[in-house]
Structures are given as C-alpha cells and as structure tokens.
C-alpha cells in the first residue's frame, strides 16, 4: 500500500425497512438486500464500493436480527469477509447503530494506532461514479485522520424537501493545500479531477428537512448542499462527539457492547442494555448540534465539522420515481424490468417479478408486480405508498412483511397454495444444508423430493430420499431435513392441520443458532 493511501473502515447500516419501495421491499426482506440498480444488492454495491481504492478494509455491518443470514449470504455470494456484523437486537436508529460499530472497532483494535478511520455508508443508497467518490473520500480522509468530523454533501438539484441539508462555512485550508501541494492518489485516479481540487469547507450547521418554501431559498442561496448521510471520522472523534451531545446514548451502547457477546458469524450486544438505549439518529444526536450556543460552549477533542463535495450520482433512492431517474431509460422513456410489454406508454416504471405486465395508454406511472401484491401509482403519488404499508399493518395483513418467497439460512421456501386446513410450501435447501431438528404440535407435513437428494430424521429414523419419493411426519413426531448433496434440493411440502403458522414450532437442534 503507498504512504498516502489511509486505511478506511467501513461501517455499513444495513438496519433500514424500505417502506417506500413495497412492494418489492418489505419488512423481512428490505431494499438494501434488493438488485434495484444491476446484478448485485444495494448492501453488496456499498459494501464494493472501496474496491480499487488502496487502504479499504474489510467492513462493519450493522443490521437488524431479522436480517443477519441475508448480510452473511449476501457477503459470501460476493467472495467478501466482514470484520464484524452487528446485530441489533431492536432498531434503535442510525445513532446507536454506528456507536455499537465503533466501539466493535476499538475493540478489535484493527490497524496500527487502534483509533481506526471509518467511513459510514447507509446500506440502501446509490453511486453511479465509483471514481468520483473514492476522490472525494480521498480529500475527506486526510481531515479525518487528523481529527475532523467530514461528511458528504451533493449539489442540490431543487427543492427537494426530503433531504437533510448542509450549510457551508469557510474553506479549510488544511484540505486543499493537501490536494494542491502534490499528495498523490491511490493508483490510476487523478489528482486534477474535479472533486479532488474541490475545497472541503468548514460545516456552518446541519439543516433537517425544510418545508417546500425554506428548501427554494436554501437552493437559490448557493450556500448549501443535500446531506448525503455518508460520515468519515475517528473511532475517538465520534464516540467523543457523542458523549459531549448524547452522554445518554453514549453510556446505553457501551454497557451492551461490554454484556455483548459472539454468536457464529455475529456479534450481539446485550438485550437488556441496548433495549434501554435512547432512540436517535446520527443528524439529530450530533450532527444538527453543530453551531448551537450551548453546545459550542462545551470543549470539543474534535477541530471541527468538515463537508466535502461530492458529485457521484448520488441517490438514496427513498421512492419509486428516485429509481425510475436513476435507471437508463428507453426512447419512450421506460424504465423496464422483467417480462413487459408496453404499448403506448411513456415515463415510467415498469417491473414485472413473477408473470407478465403488459400497459396500453399509460404515461408517468408507476407499476410494479409481485407474487402477491401489484402497486400501479401515479408517479408524482408515489409518497402514499408509506401510507398504503401502514394500513397493511393496521389491517392485520402480512404483505408488507414478507414476500410469498421467504430466505432463511438454509436456503427459500415459497407458498404455492393455501385454504381452509392446507398449505402447499415449495422449499429449496442450500447444498450441504440443514434445517433445525423439531417438531409442530398442531400440523402434519408431507414431504416430496423433486430435484436432488434429502436426508429425513423422523422419530427414530434416518433414511434418505431421492427423486420422486415422499414420507410423511405427522404432527408431535420429530424431525429434520438435510441435503447431503453439492446441488441445491427441492421439496414439495404440504402442511395440513388446525393451524398452519410459522409460530408452530419447537426446535431441539439448530446450524445457525436460533432458538
């Protein structure tokens, strides 16, 4: 690695729900896990967006439980190690989550110094021009490394209300005399392009989201940018930032990460102490405090707040149109996935996951279709879908959680059919994987191999099973499914019984830890 290449961390937070983008995102299986932008998932494009940039270790995620075997799948499937993946046991916001990080790293004291960098991405947002921000990250880690608090800001646009914004102050000398005196960048980026000659500025103060009038003026002023919600500071800097503002936070997180422990491939801060953590985001428990009389009268280890430019195509994709502006559009100005054929129809999204959708007439829309759920929204609505999520969940209906495909550690499994007393399951278990070995007190289960080889545990039994062969497990008998194979195994299930969910369930032996 050169000497001026600085060795980043990177904390990912993976912890958000997506609401925004039902109904392809959903609870158990948010937009960060999804492939909106290509082939790989918004959390596996973050995760590779240091590659080609000396001095990028590996990361720290932080997600939610629900979502710890689709981190661990996700990285795995991208030939990538975390250094850690946080688990939290509650969703305590973007604060907490990044302090759980930090303290992670100084526990494991990577690098020399033990005070590491870190570069906090959210899991769920967009870079088009990977060579762009790794200049821009470059200008910011030289600040961060001597004590600065950076973030990102992008040029606004409009008016756009939904983002956070960034007044700038002065231009911090310390950050273009390294830019212009000849630091060299890390191989084959160019020390002349235009983010890296871009001054960082001094950060005036944090502005959350204004009204439609206030944000007009912010952007007529020239004076500030959209907070990209991406951060570089020290592990010190921050958790030194935030015992200053939030002391409550502070202490919450450092009494769980100490009663934390390792499970497997995760790391579990305590139950108890992070259930009693305050609830707060980055913005609001440190950020939006800079430049606050009373704040500014406490002393600071940190010499200040720091934004740099960043232009890079940045997007937090936080609802349907986002993605249809960040898509290549057809002629017609169609942003079209899947099996679609559309007549007569222009501007708009149009996604089609499981059958074909086909529109005749329609112009700025949004469509899109699953197993289970088809949102068609005017693209100028596409706000309402949060509200068409929370009358799922008031309706007791479980769309907004699951999709008719479900992931688990050991592979998918998707309802096929279901009535009064039955419910058909179609499984398909990872080569080499097992699900746990329990029983169902209420339901009885028919198993029938249609790819591949099982090996069943039904009471006192073990025997395998090969193509076109069935068993029965009645209801109170134990048992497990294996594949013993190198090839994926498909199972049809059907289930029949008084009571069909996943709550029906004693596990006595588990892979992957759950109880």
């Not at 600085?6 to 492939?35: D, M, N």
């Not at 973007?94 to 004291?109: F, G, H, I, V, W």
């Not at 914004?165 to 060299?184: C, D, K, L, W």
């Amino acid at each position: 690695m050169s000497e001026d290449a600085i060795t980043l961390h990177p904390v990912i937070l993976a912890g958000g729900s997506g609401t925004r983008l039902w109904p392809l995102s959903r609870e158990y299986h948010p937009k960060q896990f999804l492939p909106l932008m290509g082939p790989l998932s918004m959390v596996q494009e973050t995760v590779s967006r240091l590659d080609g940039r000396e001095g990028a270790a590996a990361p720290v995620i932080v997600c939610n439980k629900a979502h710890r075997f689709l981190v661990v799948d996700q990285m795995r499937d991208l030939g990538k190690r975390p250094l850690a993946v946080i688990v939290e046991p509650v969703g305590r916001n973007t604060a907490p989550a990044l302090t759980l990080a930090a303290l992670r790293l100084a526990d494991l004291d990577p690098g020399p110094g033990g005070d590491p960098v870190m570069l906090v991405m959210p899991a769920d947002h967009v870079i088009l021009d990977r060579r762009a921000f790794h200049s821009a990250v470059d200008v910011g880690a030289h600040l961060a490394e001597n004590g600065w608090t950076v973030t990102f800001g992008v040029a606004p646009s409009g008016p756009e209300t939904g983002y956070g914004y960034i007044r700038q102050g002065g231009v911090i000398e310390e950050a273009s005399n390294r830019t212009e005196s000849g630091h060299r960048p890390p191989t084959g980026r160019r020390a002349d392009s235009a983010v890296a000659r871009a001054a960082a500025r001094r950060v005036a103060a944090f502005v959350e989201k204004p009204d439609l009038d206030t944000a007009r003026e912010y952007v007529e002023s020239g004076e500030y940018l959209w907070n990209s919600g991406i951060f570089m500071m020290r592990v010190s800097v921050w958790l030194s930032e935030l015992g200053r503002h939030r002391p409550d936070i502070a202490r919450a997180c450092g009494v769980a990460n100490s009663n934390g422990h390792v499970d497997g491939d995760f790391y579990r801060p305590g139950l108890t102490e992070f259930i009693a953590c305050p609830i707060d985001s980055i913005d609001y428990a440190v950020m939006e405090r800079v430049g606050s009389p009373a704040n500014d009268r406490k002393v600071s280890a940190s010499p200040g707040y720091a934004v740099v430019p960043l232009d890079a195509g940045w997007s937090d994709i936080g609802e349907w149109s986002a993605l249809w502006e960040q898509r290549e559009q057809d002629t017609d100005g169609n942003v079209v996935q899947g099996d679609v054929y559309a007549q007569a129809t222009e501007n708009s999204l149009l996604i089609a996951r499981h059958r074909l959708l086909a529109t005749v007439g329609l112009r700025d829309v949004v469509v899109v279709e699953t197993p289970d759920a088809v949102l068609v929204a005017a693209k100028d609505r596409v706000q309402g879908v949060k509200d068409i999520v929370e009358r799922l969940k008031a309706g007791g209906r479980t769309e907004h959680e699951v999709h008719r495909k479900v992931h688990r550690p050991w592979g998918t499994y998707e309802i096929v059919d279901a009535g009064d007393g039955f419910q058909v399951k179609r499984l398909t278990v990872n080569a080499r994987a097992a699900l746990s070995l329990q029983v169902h007190h209420r339901r009885a289960e028919h198993w029938v191999v249609v790819r591949g080889m099982a090996r069943v545990t039904k009471g006192e039994e073990v025997f395998l099973l090969k193509e076109n062969e069935s068993t029965f497990v009645p209801k109170g008998v134990t048992h497990r499914l294996e594949n013993p194979d190198d090839e994926p195994l498909e199972i049809i299930e059907i289930q029949t019984g008084g009571y069909l969910e996943e709550d029906d369930i004693v596990r006595f032996q588990d892979d992957y830890n759950r109880h």
